[in-house]
C-alpha cells in the first residue's frame, strides 16, 4: 500500500529565503508526482508535474526533483514571498491512475 | 468552458440524511475522480469514473456513491450521513485517466450535525 509522507508538516521563514519542502513515498510503480498548493478552506492548485520517467520540472521560483529509486520527492521555492504562504501537497499517482496524497506541508512567509 | 466547477460550496446536513454533489469537469475531460479531505488531512481517493463507467474505488463504504454523465458532469451520493462524512469534497478531472495530471475543482464543505 503506497503511503506519502512529507516533512516538516510546518514550516515558517521570512521573505526571501529560498526553502524545500520534502516528500517521500513507500512505492516507487508511480505514473507521476505531483505537487499542489491549497489555499485554506479552498481547492488543490496544480503547481508541478513529474513524470515517472523525468528528473525535475520548473516554473517561475518553483522546482520540483523525483528520485524514484529513493522514494523521495523535493519542491524548492525560491525567494519566498508572504504571498507563497499555503499548504503544500504532494501527491503521488498510481497505475489505476488513483492519488495518494502526503498530509502537507503549512508554510508561512513572514514579511 | 474551463476548469472544474463544484456545488453547492457549502452544505449543512443532519446525520441520517442523503446528499448529493455536483462537478462539472473541464472541457474535454473523459475521467472525474472524487477526494475527501477531512480537516488537517490530505485528500483520500474515494472513486473515480471514466466514460461513464466506475474505475477503481478507494477504502469507502458503498454508501458513497457516484454517477457520471454523457456531458462529462458527475455526482457523488452519500447516504446515512455520519459525523465523520464531515469534510471537503473534491472533485477531479483528466483526459482519458492519463497520467497528464488533473485539475481539481474548488471543494464541497459538508458539514453534518
Known amino acids: 500500500k503506497q503511503e506519502v509522507t512529507q516533512i516538516p508538516a510546518a514550516l515558517s521563514v521570512p521573505e526571501g529565503e529560498n526553502l524545500v519542502l520534502n516528500c517521500s513515498f513507500t512505492d516507487s510503480a508511480i505514473y507521476n508526482l505531483q505537487w499542489f498548493r491549497q489555499d485554506p478552506g479552498k481547492g488543490l492548485t496544480s503547481l508541478l508535474l513529474i513524470q515517472s520517467s523525468q528528473r525535475e520540472q520548473t516554473s517561475g521560483r518553483l522546482n520540483a526533483s523525483l528520485d524514484k529509486s529513493s522514494g523521495r520527492s523535493t519542491l524548492y521555492i525560491a525567494a519566498s514571498q508572504p504571498g507563497d504562504s499555503a499548504t503544500y501537497l504532494c501527491a503521488a499517482m498510481e497505475y489505476g491512475n488513483k492519488l495518494v496524497f502526503g498530509a502537507g506541508t503549512i508554510l508561512r512567509v513572514k514579511s | 468552458e474551463t476548469g472544474v466547477t463544484q456545488s453547492p460550496t457549502h452544505l449543512i446536513k443532519t446525520r441520517g440524511q442523503q446528499v448529493t454533489l455536483r462537478c462539472s469537469s473541464q472541457?474535454?475531460?473523459?475521467?472525474v475522480s472524487w477526494y475527501q479531505q477531512a480537516l488537517g488531512q490530505g485528500p483520500q481517493f474515494i472513486f473515480q469514473?471514466?466514460?461513464?463507467?466506475?474505475?477503481g474505488r478507494g477504502n469507502f463504504p458503498p454508501r458513497f456513491s457516484g454517477l457520471q454523465f454523457p456531458n462529462y458532469s458527475s455526482e457523488l451520493n452519500v447516504n446515512a450521513l455520519e459525523l465523520d462524512d464531515s469534510a471537503l469534497y473534491l472533485c477531479?478531472?483528466?483526459?482519458?485517466?492519463?497520467?497528464?495530471?488533473?485539475?481539481f475543482g474548488s471543494g464541497t464543505r459538508l458539514t453534518v450535525v
Open positions: 469514473y471514466y466514460r461513464e463507467e466506475e474505475n
Open positions: 477531479a478531472s483528466s483526459l482519458d485517466r492519463s497520467s497528464y495530471g488533473y485539475t
Open positions: 472541457s474535454g475531460h473523459n475521467t
